[in-house]
């Protein structure tokens, strides 16, 4: 039964929360123990919607997963692979985009994979191009079939020359994933290289493959033809710790987000001070503070890293809509990632979008029909509203907008933030959040 949340907005939140392991790191290194000839260890993973589908997606293809009762670290045991029938796949259609990347460790474990039809965040058209075409280029048959798609490789996968038309991170970990056991050497040129996808590296090299990262963006991998199992703790997630930064910059808040690394997030750092955000850049994390004083409007472009992430671009308005003047905030990865604002607009906030790059440079949907720059003016007085979460980053920050708003808002849908925030609901209430949460009719 889905819940709903009503928040009393106007109460800043204070306190400590935990970050664990990144929600985009973490099943992709589950979906890696399929490679292995013996059992993993990954350790700091979070209790999240897509860590569950993925298990279950394992479970269903005969990967023992194991969980710790006191750590929750996973052990997996991939040494019965198996094919799953594709009713039971198919049950998980709709539910994650992960399991297009489970395509080629299933092809090297088992020699084909059934992929259901993906979801995700609606946040644009979202397809999986890339990956059929990379998947293909490794020699791979690619056939569409009800309900999902067939992949099969008669004669195993062969490592491939592969140039990417945008450094797509999923693209990216497709090719990771296939290239490590595909015969012969694989190099890719227009690769992603987000924190995460190194950090997907990291687990590779730990069971035995031989990639190498070089600066301009080109991947190299010798493909091996097996590999072993690794032990490994996750990365941190740094969408979340971005996300509880604005929470706090929002609500007039102070948070210390436990386990925030500076490392990975200079990019959003730089940008929280330049908005007037406070911090304190500790070892075992960051706390993040408003200052009391007025926020700076700003300019804004999202990218793919180091840039400023897309995921983080969501949240960050919401505080953008209390600061002092104009920012404009143009989306470069995402088509469609400002559905979000209708809501903030129903509160009160003063935001245009338009469909022109508004940013230095002009990106792919310059001078096509996507409304992929926001104008934010502020500041402007937040009013308590009802709400349907529409994705996970645009959910996270229609709470926030309704903590800090005046009056009373009626979240639902809340079950989508879930997906990536864990235990959500317990962390609100241990910043002094004043919130019921009660079962929808
Ligand atoms: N794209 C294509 N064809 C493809 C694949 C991607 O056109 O076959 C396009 C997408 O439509 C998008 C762009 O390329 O416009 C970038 O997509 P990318 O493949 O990089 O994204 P992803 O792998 O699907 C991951 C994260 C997203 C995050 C993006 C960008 C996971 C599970 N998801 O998605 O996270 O926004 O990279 O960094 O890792 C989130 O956490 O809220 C989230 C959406």
Same mark, same amino acid.
């Given at each position: ?94 539910? &994650? ?54 992949? &099969? ?243 996270? &920050? ?44």
């Amino acid at each position: 039964m889905s819940s709903v949340l009503t928040i009393r907005g106007g109460v800043p939140l204070t306190g400590r929360v935990t970050v664990r392991g990144a929600k985009n790191l973490v099943p992709k290194a589950m979906v890696a123990a399929l490679l292995g000839n013996e059992p993993s260890v990954l350790r700091n993973v979070p209790e999240i919607k897509d860590v569950e589908v993925v298990t279950s997606l394992l479970q269903l293809h005969g990967v023992t997963v194991e969980k710790d009762p006191h750590t929750g670290d996973l052990t997996l045991d991939p040494t019965n692979a198996k094919t799953a029938s594709h009713t039971a796949i198919d049950a998980h259609a709709g539910d &994650s985009r992960i399991p297009i990347l489970l395509c080629g460790p299933l092809i090297h474990a088992i020699g084909e994979a059934f992929i259901p039809d993906l979801g995700g965040c609606k946040i644009g058209d979202r397809p999986i191009d890339y990956h059929l075409d990379v998947l293909r280029q490794f020699g791979a048959v690619v056939e569409k079939r009800p309900g999902g798609i067939h992949i &099969s490789a008669p004669g195993g996968l062969k490592g491939a020359k592969i140039s990417l038309p945008y450094p797509s991170v999923g693209a990216t970990e497709q090719v990771l994933l296939s290239a490590t056991r595909a015969e012969g050497i694989t190099e890719l040129s227009g690769a992603a290289t987000e924190p995460e996808i190194v950090d997907l590296i990291a687990v590779l090299q730990k069971m035995g493959a031989i990639i190498s990262v070089q600066t301009d963006r080109t991947i190299r991998i010798e493909g091996v033809p097996d590999l072993g199992g690794y032990n490994h703790r996750a990365l941190s997630d740094r969408n979340e710790s971005a996300s509880w930064a604005s929470a706090a910059l929002v609500t007039r808040g102070d948070i210390f987000v436990e386990g925030a690394t500076q490392r990975d997030m200079m990019t959003f750092l730089n940008t929280y001070r330049k908005v007037g955000g406070g911090m304190e850049i500790g070892d075992d994390g960051i706390r993040f503070y408003h200052k009391g004083g007025k926020l700076n409007p700003l300019v804004l472009e999202t990218d793919v890293h180091p840039g400023f992430m897309t995921d983080w671009q969501q949240p960050l308005i919401v505080a953008l809509t209390q600061a002092e003047g104009v920012s404009i905030v143009h989306e470069t990865v995402y088509e469609n990632r400002f559905g979000f604002t209708d809501a903030l607009i129903r509160m009160g906030a003063n935001i245009q979008v338009h469909r022109e790059c508004l940013g230095s440079v002009p990106c792919r949907f310059g001078q096509r029909n996507f409304l992929h720059s926001a104008v934010i003016s502020g500041p402007a007085q937040l009013t308590g509203t009802d709400i349907d979460v529409p994705d996970l980053r645009g959910g996270f &920050s229609h709470l926030i907008a309704a903590l800090a708003a005046y009056g009373t808002s009626r979240v639902t849908g809340i079950d989508i933030i879930n997906r990536g925030y864990e235990r959500f609901t317990e962390k609100l209430a241990g910043l002094g959040a004043d919130f019921d949460i009660t079962s929808a009719e």
